[in-house]
């Protein structure tokens, strides 16, 4: 429960993200958010991904910047919005095909129990 709790987020921590703190504005960090996700999406699209990828892309795009500034410090390039979603693709790529694998595992399970209860009918 408690690494659930740490992506829940109030309205006053929404204004407190450290892009805001470094002195981006909040509807220019929403921007940016929002042309990050719409990358991934369109790149997603080119590479006909599914829709669960684009979709947990998008949310650790979010996440990133939750702990992350897009501005940077004084000597310091900030992670622009677009540089990251190729490692946040292939990331949530890599994180959807073992909840698949995890899934076809337990399938199998389930099939093998079933015929071993079966076979002693």
């Known amino acids: 429960m408690i690494a659930e709790s740490q992506w829940l987020f109030t309205e006053d921590e929404l204004l407190r993200t450290p892009s805001i ?3 981006l504005s909040p509807d220019k960090e929403r921007e940016n958010r929002g042309k990050g996700v719409n990358f991934i999406l369109q790149v997603g699209i080119m590479l006909k991904l599914p829709q669960i990828t684009l979709a947990t892309a998008s949310v ?3 996440r990133f910047y939750m702990r ?3 501005k940077g410090e004084a000597n310091q390039q ?5 540089e990251y979603v190729p490692l946040i ?3 949530s790529s890599v994180r959807n095909i073992q909840l ?3 899934s076809l595992n337990t399938f199998r399970r389930t099939l093998y129990c079933q ?7």
């Open 21 to 23: 703190i470094d002195g």
């Open 60 to 62: 650790f795009l979010h």
């Open 68 to 70: 992350h500034s897009m």
């Open 78 to 82: 900030g992670f622009h919005h677009y």
């Open 89 to 91: 693709l292939r990331t």
């Open 100 to 102: 698949q694998a995890g």
């Open 115 to 121: 015929s071993v209860d079966n076979s002693e009918l």
